[in-house]
Nanobody, 120 residues
C-alpha cells in the first residue's frame, strides 16, 4: 500500500491550490484519510482528516480549506482557498487503513510530502 500525494506549488496570498492523495495497492478498508502539515521549525499538525465520525479541520483553516473524498478511487482532495503565507508548509498525506493481506490490522501510512508555498 502506498499513498501518493500531489498538487503542491507556489501561489500568491489569496490564491487557491488543490492537493490530491491517492491510496494504491491492496487496500481493504480506509478508516481515516487526510492531511497534516509541517512548517520549518514547527511540529507536524493535523490540517484536515475524514473518518467514520466525520471531518475534522485545524481551526485556522476552517472556512478556507475543504476536504473531500472519493471512496471509489481511495482518494481525498484538499481544496485550499484564501491561502495565507502562514499556510506555507510541507503537506503530508495520512491514512489509517487495512490491507487485503491483513484485513483486521489497522495501520498508519504516510505519503511523501508536497510543498505548498504562499507568497505575500
Amino acid at each position: 500500500v502506498q499513498l501518493q500525494a500531489s498538487g503542491g506549488g507556489l501561489v500568491q496570498a489569496g490564491g487557491s491550490l488543490r492537493l490530491t492523495c491517492a491510496a494504491s495497492g491492496s487496500v481493504s478498508s480506509i478508516y481515516v484519510m487526510g492531511w497534516y502539515r509541517q512548517a520549518p521549525g514547527n511540529q507536524r499538525e493535523l490540517v484536515a482528516v475524514v473518518g467514520t465520525s466525520g471531518t475534522n479541520y485545524l481551526d485556522s483553516v476552517k472556512g478556507r480549506f475543504t476536504l473531500s473524498r472519493d471512496n471509489a478511487k481511495n482518494t481525498v482532495y484538499l481544496q485550499m482557498s484564501s491561502l495565507k503565507p502562514e499556510d506555507t508548509a510541507v503537506y503530508y498525506c495520512y491514512a489509517e487503513l487495512s490491507a487485503r493481506e491483513s484485513p483486521y490490522l489497522r495501520s498508519a501510512y504516510w505519503g511523501q510530502g508536497t510543498l505548498v508555498t504562499v507568497s505575500s
